[in-house]
């Protein structure tokens, strides 16, 4: 008899003990997807120090997926070079999390796009201090 | 005590499927003991046994809605029930009009997109913040070219009854055929078809103690209607194709289980309903219950919530082997194949719910065994799950400072 949870036991983990859930205070970026219409809503935090994410930060609205999305998310971004970081697609965040069921691949989509919104603050942040 | 019931599941999804009743459990196993023919094979004792076994739970059946033994016709389920009273009775008559509820069932609900049915034009009726229809809007909607009215008896997702009766006699004073979808309520309220005069009820056996598979139709001798599919002559010709006869056995030994609980037992479950409703007001902020307040089926609690998600609400339940259901989007299709499986539930924006909110909304469907060391532990548990996701969301995150900056 199978008894298959919908979710992979990684997504479990990090739905059930998110890592880096909170506020950073004074963040460098902040990136902001979704809306609660489409049911999930995703905060991202960054302090950013020399081009580096120093520090990654969540606060998410949603399913389970999405949860553990931002979660994985943080955790794929902590110590990464800024050019690095663009890198991380949806498909390496649903990846680490063993895989996410179809219905659900738009949660690591969203986070992919919190990412992007959160460096496109932070473009906008350094340049509007050089000017 | 906390711990005791800690280790053991609290089952209150009623809604999706009632636990098996004992008694269901042991006439099916008492049934698996028995060597027993087809039941069409009326000319030999094995057939005749099996028979035997089916008429005892039409009967049974029959007794809880008030119908005569006749007037049963097993189905695989509500789902079927419902196809098989809509296009069962339109069959051959080429055009008219259909009236339903927008709060109705998919089953009732998607026959409006079957392109087989695209003779018929079908007419929703609204319902109103409580989910009720009104029998005055059902009496304005019917016309000279009505020919049937499908509405449920109680909505499983926010708990509210119809004014069944009223409903039925305005059909009847306009000679239109009235079909119930009764799933929900079989068992939990008193309802016999002939005080109310319903031409066709459907009826779940897993709603009530059942096992799942398995269903009726209730129509009346005045009312007739094809087959869906064409094969036999089980079921009156009406439902070709052998019976379930393990899944009817089962069926009639929950009903006739779950009539005496409903004549001792509901206020007790409305009070246990009423218990963890309050619970949930008096502990957790933002909020809203749905459904009516008072006509309501016993032991349903149905809320929403604004700034958190139902199916992490669930998830988290479910760790602390509490099973509920939720009516948000995100957890109405988990096996589809891309996120337009999901759907948010047609109900909540009926009862206008915004949108944006559908998604926390939870229900809770107590049964007759639910006891109130369980819903003590709900009330307990609940709270807690809430604010650990309210400190997560951003959504709330945002109205706490709003609220700040507004005082």
């Given at each position: 008899m199978s008894n298959k949870f919908p979710y992979s036991d990684k997504v479990m983990d990090h739905f059930s003990n998110p890592r880096n859930m909170g506020e950073i205070e004074n963040p460098s970026a902040v990136g902001n997807v979704g809306n609660p219409i489409c049911g999930d809503v995703m905060r991202l935090y960054l302090k950013i120090k020399d081009d580096i994410i120093v520090d990654a930060k969540f606060k998410t609205f949603g399913c389970g997926a999405a949860i553990a999305s931002s979660s994985m998310l943080t955790e794929l971004l902590k110590g990464k070079k800024i050019k690095d970081a663009l890198r991380i697609s949806n498909e390496a965040v649903a990846e680490a999390l063993d895989g996410l069921p179809p219905v659900k691949i738009h949660c690591s989509v969203m986070a992919e796009e919190a990412l992007k919104s959160a460096l496109e603050d932070w473009e906008k942040r350094k340049k509007a201090k050089t000017e | 005590m906390l711990a005791k019931i800690m280790n053991k599941m609290v089952y209150l999804d009623r809604m999706a499927t009632a636990l098996m009743a004992p008694e269901a459990k042991k006439a099916i196993t008492d049934f698996l003991q028995e060597n027993v023919g087809n039941p069409s094979a009326h000319i030999h004792s094995a057939g005749i046994a099996a028979d035997g076994y089916i008429s005892e739970a039409r009967r049974q059946i029959a007794d809880i809605i008030g119908a005569s033994d006749d007037e049963i016709y097993f189905t695989s389920g509500a789902t079927e029930s419902n196809n098989l009273a809509i296009k069962g009775f339109l069959a051959g008559k080429n055009s008219g009009e259909i009236i339903i509820s927008e709060i109705e069932h998919y089953s009732i609900l998607d026959q409006m997109r079957n392109p087989a049915l695209a003779n018929y034009r079908f007419k929703i009726l609204h319902v109103d913040s409580n989910g009720i229809v009104s029998p005055d809007d059902l009496e304005k909607m019917i016309t000279a070219n009505t020919l049937l009215v499908s509405i449920n008896v109680a909505n499983s997702e926010i708990g509210s009854i119809q004014p069944f009766n009223e409903l039925a006699q305005v059909c009847q004073n306009h000679k239109v055929v009235f079909h119930a979808d009764a799933a929900s309520a079989v068992g939990y309220i008193p309802i016999n078809v002939k005080e109310?005069?319903?031409?066709?009820?459907?009826?779940?056996?897993?709603?009530?103690?059942?096992?799942?598979?398995?269903?009726?139709?209730?129509?009346?001798?005045?009312?007739?209607?094809?087959?869906?599919?064409?094969?036999?002559?089980?079921?009156?010709?009406?439902?070709?194709?052998?019976?379930?006869?393990?899944?009817?056995?089962?069926?009639?030994?929950?009903?006739?289980?779950?009539?005496?609980?409903?004549?001792?037992?509901?206020?007790?479950?409305?009070?246990?309903?009423?218990?963890?409703?309050?619970?949930?007001?008096?502990?957790?902020?933002?909020?809203?219950?749905?459904?009516?307040?008072?006509?309501?089926?016993?032991?349903?609690?149905?809320?929403?919530?604004?700034?958190?998600?139902?199916?992490?609400?669930?998830?988290?339940?479910?760790?602390?082997?509490?099973?509920?259901?939720?009516?948000?989007?995100?957890?109405?299709?988990?096996?589809?194949?891309?996120?337009?499986?999901?759907?948010?539930?047609?109900?909540?924006?009926?009862?206008?719910?915004?949108?944006?909110?559908?998604?926390?909304?939870?229900?809770?469907?107590?049964?007759?065994?639910?006891?109130?060391?369980?819903?003590?532990?709900?009330?307990?548990?609940?709270?807690?799950?809430?604010?650990?996701?309210?400190?997560?969301?951003?959504?709330?995150?945002?109205?706490?400072k709003q609220r700040e900056r507004h005082e």
């Open positions: - | 109310a005069g319903v031409n066709m009820m459907s009826v779940s056996a897993q709603t009530l103690g059942g096992p799942m598979g398995v269903g009726a139709l209730y129509i009346d001798k005045k009312t007739s209607i094809r087959p869906l599919f064409d094969g036999g002559n089980q079921e009156a010709g009406l439902r070709p194709g052998t019976e379930n006869v393990m899944g009817i056995v089962g069926f009639g030994a929950a009903t006739e289980a779950i009539k005496s609980k409903l004549a001792n037992e509901s206020d007790r479950l409305r009070q246990l309903g009423e218990k963890l409703r309050q619970g949930i007001e008096s502990k957790i902020e933002h909020v809203e219950f749905t459904g009516h307040p008072q006509i309501r089926l016993p032991g349903h609690v149905s809320f929403w919530h604004k700034f958190i998600e139902g199916e992490s609400l669930l998830l988290h339940l479910n760790m602390k082997r509490i099973i509920a259901a939720s009516g948000s989007a995100c957890s109405s299709n988990l096996k589809g194949s891309d996120e337009h499986d999901l759907r948010a539930s047609h109900v909540l924006t009926a009862v206008g719910v915004p949108e944006e909110y559908c998604s926390g909304s939870i229900t809770f469907g107590l049964d007759y065994f639910n006891t109130d060391d369980e819903i003590n532990y709900v009330i307990e548990t609940l709270p807690d799950i809430v604010h650990r996701l309210e400190g997560m969301s951003p959504v709330y995150e945002d109205y706490l």
